[in-house]
């Protein structure tokens, strides 16, 4: 199995600073045939299902403010939240999908400092 | 409305069976591959099962591989998870949720609110 450790647990960051959360899987998931990291991103806020927001670690989803990006290839990834906002409050995941059994990471919590 | 809206969630004892159903609308649902997760209440997320879009092909997570049973139907655009042999450790919140893109790979767009699955005498 893949294992993903995010980094770090939890972090608090001010308003309108910068967030990085970081993501390593414990193989590589980038599938050479087609130059694609099979790696995605989520968002969960309390009592909400997880949100998609980066999908093949860099395509951010419809809807998503430009805010969010993700970056990174191979096993090392990262989520940057440009400017923190306090409805960015919630839970981080990252995904692979490269293989079966899928399996995501611990989670990352924001909070606001 | 784009949605999925899970149930069939309870109490059950152990050992005992629960049949989830998960209900899509708003969309083409014979092309979405499709999955269930859970997730404990406070803890991570933990993928569970996934489905192709017609229904062919199956996989499971190693811990319900022989206990739960992934199946669909694209005429009531339904996909529904068969959950036999239950054990405490099954207790969870149960989301199903949709490919992005109608393709095989890719994140899950499209989750439901989810629904209860508690395993206890």
């Known amino acids: 199995d893949i294992v993903m450790t995010q980094s770090p647990d939890s972090l608090a960051v001010s308003l309108g600073e910068r967030a990085t959360i970081n993501c390593k899987s414990s193989q590589s998931v980038l599938y050479t045939s087609n130059n694609k990291n099979y790696l995605t991103w989520y968002q969960q806020k309390p009592g909400q299902p997880p949100k998609l927001l980066v999908y093949?670690?860099?395509t951010r989803e419809s809807g998503v403010p430009d805010r969010f990006s993700g970056s990174g290839s191979g096993t090392d990834f990262t989520l940057t939240i440009s400017s923190v906002q306090a409805e960015d409050v919630a839970v981080y995941y990252c995904q692979q999908y490269y293989s079966a059994p899928l399996t995501f990471g611990g989670g990352t919590k924001v909070e606001i400092k | 409305e784009v949605q999925l809206v899970e149930s069939g969630g309870g109490l059950v004892q152990p050992g005992g069976s629960l049949r989830l159903s998960c209900a899509a609308s708003?969309?083409?649902?014979?092309?979405?591959?499709m999955h269930w997760v859970r997730q404990v209440p406070g803890k991570g997320l933990m993928w569970v099962s996934r489905?192709?879009?017609?229904?062919?092909?199956?996989i499971y997570a190693d811990s319900v591989k022989g206990r739960f049973t992934i199946s669909r139907d694209n005429a009531k655009n339904t996909v529904n998870l068969q959950m036999d042999s239950l054990r405490a450790e099954d207790t969870a919140l149960y989301y199903c949720?949709?490919?992005?893109?109608?393709?095989?790979?890719?994140?899950?767009?499209?989750w439901g609110q989810g629904t209860t699955v508690t395993v206890s005498s």
């Open positions: 949720a949709r490919v992005v893109g109608a393709t095989k790979s890719g994140g899950f767009d499209l």
């Open positions: 489905i192709s879009n017609d229904g062919s092909s199956t």
């Open positions: 708003g969309f083409t649902f014979s092309s979405y591959w």
């Open positions: 093949w670690a860099s």
